[in-house]
């Protein structure tokens, strides 16, 4: 086999056009993962009745799962449950009018929520306990000392797994490609099909991921040194 580096270039190109895509599906269930995973964490922390076990089962059966299959799943299963509830509601409403993508987002979103619900958790967590008696003690309620002390400083600490999250849901997102959804693995594969060069058409695609998850690591860095300079007592 003769290794042809023209063609990854033109290929690296051509898979730009996917990079929106991808970016979107990742940008998408880590937003929306983040948002699920903190609610379930508080409820996890607060023993919320009932709703402590239900999040629990939820943690536990998504992180023992591959994420293939949570997406399948969607795929699969919430089509079916939408059109009976329309067919016995007298709607005219049918899944196939769903995007393809809007089955990814669900799925990566929910999967995305079950690892960060432990990131957000583990943050809490270390934040010191005297600070929340310390925020009743001024007369603040849960609400106000979760939102003013607590969530922040377990941000800070955790942003290197956050990070980590994001790069994972980022390498992930290729899956999508199994509900066609044109991300950047499948139009390295749309790509390569044009005269069957998949060896440089997939270099080009992890030239790209490499490209993408460098730029998520510096940001991650300069973030990271600006809530040191805070956390020092400087100035942002």
Not at 132 to 161: C, D, F, W
Request: charged share 10%.
């Amino acid at each position: 086999m003769k290794l042809d580096p023209g063609f990854i270039w033109t290929a690296f190109i051509q898979l730009l056009s996917a990079l929106p895509t991808t970016l979107l599906i990742t940008v998408v269930s880590v937003f929306f993962g983040f948002i699920i995973g903190t609610i379930v964490a508080l409820i996890r922390i607060y023993r919320v009745p009932v709703l402590h076990y239900v999040a629990s089962a939820y943690v536990t059966f998504i992180r023992g799962t591959p994420m293939l299959m949570h997406l399948l799943l969607i795929y699969f299963g919430l089509p079916a449950i939408l059109d009976a509830i329309a067919v016995s509601a007298g709607w005219s409403f049918r899944s196939a009018s769903i995007p393809m993508i809007d089955f990814a987002f669900l799925s990566f979103s929910i999967t995305a929520g079950s690892y960060l619900s432990e990131v957000v958790r583990s943050g809490i967590l270390a934040v010191n306990r005297g600070q929340i008696e310390a925020a009743y003690a001024v007369g603040m309620t849960t609400p106000q000392a979760l939102r003013r002390i607590v969530l922040p400083q377990a941000l800070a600490v955790s942003l290197p797994n956050l990070s980590n999250t994001l790069i994972g849901m980022l390498h992930g997102s290729t899956l999508a490609f199994t509900v066609s959804v044109v991300e950047i693995n499948a139009k390295a594969q749309i790509v390569a099909t044009t005269n069957w060069k998949f060896f440089e058409s997939y270099i080009a695609a992890a030239l790209l991921f490499w490209g993408v998850t460098i730029l998520i690591e510096k940001l991650t860095g300069l973030l990271e040194k600006r809530i040191n300079v805070y956390n020092r007592g400087g100035v942002l």
